[in-house]
Nanobody, 124 residues
Framework: QVQLVESGGGSVQAGGSLRLSCAGS????????MGWFRQVPGKERVFVAA????????DYADSVKGRFTISRDNAKSTLSLQMNSLTPDDTAVYYC?????????????????WGQGTQVTVSS
């Protein structure tokens, strides 16, 4: 059974940093792109960042570009999101996901596996 487990969420003041991690089990994801999405209550899940299968190509939403860094370790089946200069607008539940194919995408419908989410709260 495929499982993705996020960790590293929490509460932080504006300007602070958090590092999210996502551990995969049940199968290997070394040939799949992976991504991070976030969702606030009452709104759709939105794209944050993605990385291709090898880690050589990354993509970021404009709102996080220059502040967030996505990375992966295929040997450990882990995905990370380093979040710096956080603002209250970054408050959301963050989800990691595994894409259907090797190239990354911003479309959540192309991701087949999802974690349960981790809450990030940024106070002003």
């Amino acid at each position: 059974q495929v499982q993705l487990v996020e960790s590293g969420g929490g509460s932080v003041q504006a300007g602070g940093s958090l590092r999210l991690s996502c551990a995969g089990s049940g199968r290997t994801f070394g040939t799949n792109a992976m991504g991070w999405f976030r969702q606030v209550p009452g709104k759709e899940r939105v794209f944050v960042a993605a990385v291709n299968w090898s880690g050589s190509h990354t993509d970021y939403a404009d709102s996080v570009k220059g502040r967030f860094t996505i990375s992966r370790d295929n040997a450990k089946s882990t995905l990370s999101l380093q979040m710096n200069s956080l603002t209250p607008d970054d408050t959301a539940v963050y989800y990691c996901a595994v894409h259907r194919y090797s190239l990354s995408s911003r479309n959540p419908s192309e991701y087949d596996y999802w974690g349960q989410g981790t809450q990030v709260t940024v106070s002003s």
